[in-house]
C-alpha cells in the first residue's frame, strides 16, 4: 500500500501544502536529502492553533495539533518530491513545544507528529528526534516541528 493509499485508508486528506508568509523557502532539496521548514498546526481556515501548552492547551490537545503539523510536513514533501514513496526515511525531526516553563510532556507532545509518520510511511517514518519547550512560537503557536527527509 502506497503512503497515500495509507492515508485515505486512515480518512485523512493532506492539507494544501504551506507557503511561508517571510522570506524563506518551505523546503529545500540538497542530494538525496529534503528540509523541511518548521511549520505550525494550521486550521482549516489558515489561522493557526495557539496558546501554550500546560496552561489553556492540554497535553491531549496538543498531541492533536502535532499530528495537524505531520500533515502538514507530509504535504509538503508531496508537493517537493512529487510521490510520498519517495520517502526512504524520516531522518530527524525537530519538535518545539509553546510549553509553560515547568511543563515536561514534550515527547508525549511531539508523539503526535512522530505516530503519524509511523502510520503513514511504516518503518520509514521512524526517526531520531529532538522534542524541546520553548518560551514562545511564532502566531503563539502550541507547537512547531521541522523535519530532514531521505528521498529517492
Known sequence: MTPEEKLAALGLVLPQAAMPSANY????????????SGQGPRRPDGGYETGRVGREVTTEQAYRHARTVGLGLLATAKLAVGELS??????KLLGMVNAEPDFGEHPQVINGCSDLL?????????????????GSLPNRMTVEIEAILLVQ
Open 25 to 36: 523557502v518551505p523546503f529545500r532539496l540538497a542530494g538525496n536529502l529534503l528540509f523541511l
Open 86 to 91: 519517495r520517502i526512504s526515511a524520516v531522518v
Open 118 to 134: 509511523v502510520e503513514v510511511l511504516g518503518e520509514a517514518g521512524r526517526h531520531a528526534r529532538s522534542a524541546v519547550g520553548m
